[in-house]
């Protein structure tokens, strides 16, 4: 709809919305009170955000009446009205310089409550949960995709943020007793500015910045598709994944890990300062920066289930005996350094002492391809055999062999001693002959490669597996965290050991993008069951409307990896010791 410079009876507007809101929307009259905090008030207090409520906020806060909150404009300013009423009303206390408000620049306002920690010893430590609610208004040429001059409601961006954040404090409000540690609700203006809001709070905070342990920021969490949520910044500090992956463990969400540090969002400030951060985002679309960005496209129970999702693991940390510091490292990260380790070429442990490639044929023969030994190791199982660099290698064991991964696979985890391997010398000119092979060493039990990794203590990466391998069979991918074997958490110094101490079957503790389940992997050549019944899919947690696994309060950060050699990134990857 075509909307131009003229607001209308806003007063009215403004009253109508409250009314609406406290009528359907939040409890009246909530404070915070002391007392002990227990299961019941958790889950009551979880399912008191619901998509109904943030229907409510959306429908106000994206109207066309409010003309797309541009920061400085009379809209943006009802928005802001809005939200301090509403913060009023569930009993938060105000946090910013002028009662909720924060005034900056050219009549901008962010708006900030808290609620104090319940903990003497940890109430004067912040957790930050940030929305920017701003928008731009009717537009220009520079952040619009769309015509100029129509409303841009920003629905999405970042409504859904701004909504969810309303409902996280409504909730926490309804727990029998606050967290821990002080949680500041911060609602940002003029991002869509230049991220204002946020660097102003970070250059003239209202809260010692010193005292501020995380900041958590959602922006654009309205649109979720196929269960996935884009994660950023976990990897400012030892532990944060593990968090929020136990946390998931109640929804299920298909959790991208980006490795990617993103300064476009209102938590970039508080990375530059060193704060650790999370950055939730349900990606973009086809209608980011454009007029058609409504409440009619939100996914709303997405938004429902994303909101629980984050009060929960704030509550997580907000309770946490100790909270993990800053990882430096993570200013060397990328997608790009990722890549490079999971892309790498695997150096598995050679058995047969060569080296071997896959080799076309020439001329018209009818196989597309053979192996071709490229190096003989001195005295390896292969020099003492008497197989030279140029043999084809046609079978291990009388089966026909043309692809790399199926001959590492073939001499890796047999538990034979020797192999029988067919071979044509003078690169194919002679005829077939069959030579014995010792094998150097016990074979592979799981078929991994991996590294420990700082910013995900007592586990390991995987960042190969090898086809065939009984790791291969139960599912296990390049990215997987393994947390435990046997029930024993993992400590990355002693993972090789505690695999090859340990007879197959084996049961791991594994994280697949944000979904934790429980396997056994069997030996190899039989088939690998799941120890958590139930699941329709190998990774398919299926959201629930319980509360879940949410009693962390005591968790802690464990041992830090030992950080490289040459002090790049923080991991240590040793080809020698991480194929297990």
Not at 75 to 85: E, F, L, R
Not at 374 to 392: H, M, Q, R, T
Not at 405 to 418: G, N, P
Request: charged share 25%.
């Amino acid at each position: 709809m075509i909307r131009f410079s003229k607001m209308g009876a806003r007063e009215a507007l403004l009253f109508w919305g409250l009314l609406i809101f406290f009528l359907f929307g939040v409890p009246a009259g909530r404070t915070v009170q002391g007392g002990g905090s227990n299961d019941a008030g958790f889950v009551a207090a979880l399912h008191s955000i619901t998509r109904d409520e943030l229907l409510n906020h959306e429908a106000i806060l994206a109207s066309d009446e409010l003309e797309g909150r541009e920061a400085g404009t009379p809209g943006n300013a009802m928005a802001a009205q809005y939200i301090v009423s509403t913060l009023e009303h569930c009993g938060l206390r105000p946090a910013g310089t002028n009662g909720f408000y924060q005034p900056f620049g050219e009549g901008f306002h962010n708006v900030i409550g808290e609620i104090v920690g319940s903990d003497p010893s940890r109430r004067n430590e912040y957790i930050i949960l940030g929305a920017h609610y701003d928008h731009v208004g009717y537009g220009t040429r520079r952040n619009v995709r769309d015509q100029p001059g129509q409303v841009h409601n920003g629905a999405d961006d970042n409504a859904s943020g701004t909504s969810a954040l309303l409902e996280i404090a409504q909730a926490y409000t309804l727990l029998p007793q606050s967290p821990r540690r002080t949680l500041l609700f911060v609602f940002f203006d003029a991002e869509e500015k230049g991220l204002l809001g946020s660097k102003h709070w970070v250059a003239h905070p209202t809260r010692p910045i010193e005292q501020c342990k995380l900041m958590i920021n959602m922006d654009m969490i309205g649109r979720l598709r196929m269960d996935r949520v884009e994660m950023y910044g976990w990897r400012s500090a030892p532990g944060l994944r593990l968090v929020v992956s136990r946390a998931n463990r109640s929804y299920g969400f298909d959790v991208e890990f980006s490795w990617m540090n993103r300064s476009d969002s209102d938590h970039a400030p508080f990375f530059w300062r060193s704060i650790p951060v999370l950055l939730l985002h349900t990606g973009l679309h086809e209608d980011y920066h454009k007029a058609t960005d409504d409440v009619d496209k939100l996914n709303l129970e997405g938004m429902e289930q994303i909101t629980r999702w984050v009060f929960q693991m704030s509550y997580e940390l907000a309770n946490a005996d100790d909270l993990p510091a800053f990882r430096s490292g993570v200013t060397e990260e990328s997608e790009t350094r990722r890549r490079e380790i999971l892309e790498a070429p695997p150096n598995w442990r050679n058995r047969v002492g060569v080296s071997v490639e896959r080799y076309p044929l020439p001329g018209n023969d009818t196989r597309p391809a053979v192996l071709r030994v490229s190096k003989v190791l001195f005295n390896s199982p292969a020099a003492k055999a008497g197989i030279e660099p140029g043999d084809w290698i046609l079978a291990v064991n009388d089966r026909p062999i043309t692809e790399v991964e199926d001959f590492l696979s073939a001499t890796l985890l047999t538990s034979d001693q020797e192999i029988r391997l067919t071979l044509r010398s003078n690169n194919g000119e002679a005829p077939p002959v069959e030579k014995t092979v010792v094998l150097d060493g016990p074979p592979i039990k799981l078929g991994v490669q991996w590294m420990k990794d700082e910013a995900v203590p007592n586990a390991v990466m995987i960042t190969h597996v090898l086809k065939g391998a009984p790791a291969d069979g139960a599912g296990l991918e390049p990215g997987d965290y393994i947390y435990s074997v046997n029930g024993q958490p993992v400590d990355p110094d002693r993972f090789e050991e505690m695999i090859q101490q340990t007879a197959l079957p084996v049961t791991l503790e594994v994280d697949h993008r944000g979904r934790i389940r429980v396997i056994e992997v069997p030996p190899a050549g039989t088939k690998t069951t799941s120890l958590m019944p139930g699941l329709d899919s190998m990774w398919g947690l299926r959201r629930a409307e319980s509360a879940g696994s949410h009693s962390f309060s005591n968790w802690r950060v464990g041992r830090f990896a030992t950080p490289h050699p040459a002090g790049k990134n923080g991991f240590v990857l040793d080809a020698a010791y991480c194929a297990s």
